[in-house]
Nanobody, 119 residues
Framework: QVQLVESGGGLVQAGGSLRLSCAAS????????LGWYRQAPGKQRELVAA???????NYADSVKGRFTISRDNAKNTVYLQMNSLKPEDTAVYYC?????????????WGQGTQVTVSS
C-alpha cells in the first residue's frame, strides 16, 4: 500500500505565502507523476500544478507566476510554494501521486490540507 501525508496548510492573509509538502511512503518502486489539486466548497476538484519524473511542470492558469511545484525524488516528496495568495485560493488541497510498484502501478491521494486566505 501507498500513503501520502500532506502538511503545511493553514490560515494566511491575502498576499501571504504558504508551503505545502506531501510525503509518499509504502510499496513504491518509483513515482511517475506528482500533483496538487484543490477543491473549494461547492466546486469540483481542479488541478493546481503537476510535475513529472523528469521535472516538467504544468500549472493552472489561475496560479501561474504565483505557485511553484517541486519534488525531491530521494525523499519521495512534492512541494507547493504558494505566494501572493488570494482569497479565491481558499480550498482543501490534495496531493496526488501516480506510483510504479513492484507489480503494476496505482494512483493515490492524500487526505487533504485546508488552506484559508483571508481578505
Amino acid at each position: 500500500q501507498v500513503q501520502l501525508v500532506e502538511s503545511g496548510g493553514g490560515l494566511v492573509q491575502a498576499g501571504g505565502s504558504l508551503r505545502l509538502s506531501c510525503a509518499a511512503s509504502g510499496s513504491i518502486l518509483s513515482i511517475i507523476n506528482l500533483g496538487w489539486y484543490r477543491q473549494a466548497p461547492g466546486k469540483q476538484r481542479e488541478l493546481v500544478a503537476a510535475i513529472t519524473s523528469g521535472g516538467s511542470t504544468n500549472y493552472a492558469d489561475s496560479v501561474k507566476g504565483r505557485f511553484t511545484i517541486s519534488r525531491d525524488n530521494a525523499k519521495n516528496t512534492v512541494y507547493l510554494q504558494m505566494n501572493s495568495l488570494k482569497p479565491e485560493d481558499t480550498a482543501v488541497y490534495y496531493c496526488n501521486a501516480l506510483v510504479r510498484k513492484l507489480i503494476g502501478s496505482g494512483n493515490y491521494w492524500g487526505q487533504g490540507t485546508q488552506v484559508t486566505v483571508s481578505s
